[in-house]
């Protein structure tokens, strides 16, 4: 009977040595599967299986002799130690991707690198059974979630080996997949950072996962154990009237207060200042001040080293960013909406009235307050000051522009006509 002689040293018939490959093959990956944490795929990496490629006549007869003569080096036994070994290479990939980061991007920290590691360790750790999985996200593009995008999701990827994808979309775009999916019951990303406003949603859809449920069930083995979600800041505006955390605050959008400090150090604006309103011009304590030195500097000062200064920016172009500018704020600092956490109860910040977490009337006739004198009051302040303290171009800008324009401004470099600011 004609046959040939491989690894094994028997003499063997094209078919024999099929069957050979193929229990082999079978073998050997029930053995990577019995012994390491590894996705089953990695087994394409072995150079043995150019033998099972030679053995079913894939190859030319030199390729054959090649397969053969790489696969007679690499016995039994080295083919187990290499399979063994492999899980420690990996360890120490992640580990060292850990020992970068912690080293480079996470520099400096609260906690001590020591602190950091371990952290990292217990990422890698409990990562394991989902290594080769791919998770997909998404969110608004600003520059915090364009950090994630682009930085973050590489170090989770590289530590954990699990694939993120943080897709970066506009804001009504976020809501428009968020309630596609809502009311689809069709998954299009498995996770989505997103408004806290949309609690109410979350709670009534009954669509959203509890964050808290979450980590105190099946989650519990994958929630960082120094995780403290007392820490966080505004996790009452992402809790539910269940009690229940429905989302984990990422960012927050804060009212700053923007001014030329050389300015406002100056002996000669000061002095001025002072005849003028009988007090130290300094940082606002209120509004009153603040519209003391809005005036002082748009109407009084009008001019510093030759260029037109003011002393107010804001934004009036018709825009989503206009409403944000009433809603997230501007109302409830005049007097608008209740007391109570999260947002005003059962009044809110926005001057809409809720009866158990569900909108029930936003008018004084409905129960609300967005067109309260409060709300009146605030909306008259702004177009006031908008029109009287503020760059005419302000009134044709968005909130994106604006930001732009104060910027150049508040650069003391800056040599171009742009108008002057100190504060916003």
């Not at 912690?102 to 217990?122: H, N, R, Y």
């Not at 539910?240 to 000669?268: E, S």
């Not at 004198?373 to 029109?387: E, M, S």
Request: charged share 25%; proline share 5%; glycine share 8%.
């Amino acid at each position: 009977m004609c046959g040939k002689e491989g690894i094994f040293a028997i003499r063997t018939t094209r078919g024999d040595r099929l069957f050979i490959g193929l229990l082999g093959s079978a073998y050997i990956h029930l053995f990577f599967i019995g012994m390491t944490d590894l996705p089953i795929w990695y087994l394409r990496d072995f150079h043995c299986l150019a033998y099972f490629r030679s053995a079913l006549g894939l190859t030319t007869k030199e390729q054959n002799y090649e397969a053969n003569a790489c696969c007679k080096e690499m016995d039994p036994l080295g083919l187990m130690i290499s399979m063994l070994l492999a899980p420690a290479a990996f360890a120490d990939q992640y580990s060292d991707a850990a020992k970068k980061w912690v080293s480079g991007e996470f520099t400096p920290s609260t906690l001590s690198q020591e602190e950091q590691l371990k952290e990292m360790a217990w990422f890698t750790e409990a990562a394991k059974p989902f290594r080769g999985m791919e998770i997909k996200v998404v969110s608004e593009t600003i520059t915090t979630h364009e950090y994630e995008s682009k930085v973050l999701a590489k170090a989770f990827e590289e530590i954990t080996g699990i694939k993120l994808t943080h897709d970066l979309i506009q804001e009504g775009d976020v809501v428009e997949k968020l309630q596609t999916e809502m009311q689809s019951n069709r998954s299009i990303y498995d996770a989505y950072i997103n408004d806290s406003d949309l609690i109410g949603t979350h709670f009534r859809y009954g669509k959203a996962y509890p964050i808290s449920d979450y980590i105190e069930s099946e989650g519990k083995d994958v929630t960082l154990p120094t995780l403290d979600l007392d820490d966080f800041i505004g996790i009452s505006f992402t809790t539910g009237p269940d009690g229940k955390i429905y989302q984990l605050p990422d960012q927050q959008f804060a009212n700053l207060y923007w001014f030329r400090a050389d300015w406002f150090a100056r002996d000669d604006l000061k002095k001025q200042f002072r005849d003028i309103y009988g007090y130290e011009l300094g940082v606002p304590v209120n509004w009153s001040a603040y519209e003391d030195i809005a005036e002082f500097f748009s109407v009084h000062v009008k001019e510093i080293d030759g260029q037109r200064v003011y002393g107010h920016m804001d934004y009036g172009k018709k825009d989503p960013s206009l409403g944000w500018r009433f809603t997230d704020a501007w109302f409830s600092m005049a007097g608008a909406g209740d007391k109570g956490i999260p947002n005003g109860i059962p009044v809110d910040e926005w001057g809409i009235r809720v009866d158990g977490c569900s909108p029930v009337g936003s008018s004084v006739a409905r129960g609300g307050a967005t067109n309260g004198p409060a709300a009146v009051y605030a909306t008259t302040k702004y177009v006031d000051w908008l029109r009287e303290y503020a760059p005419p171009e302000a009134q044709g800008m968005t909130f994106s522009e604006a930001a732009l324009c104060r910027r150049k401004a508040l650069s003391p470099s800056k040599s171009s006509g742009t108008p002057r600011l100190p504060l916003t």
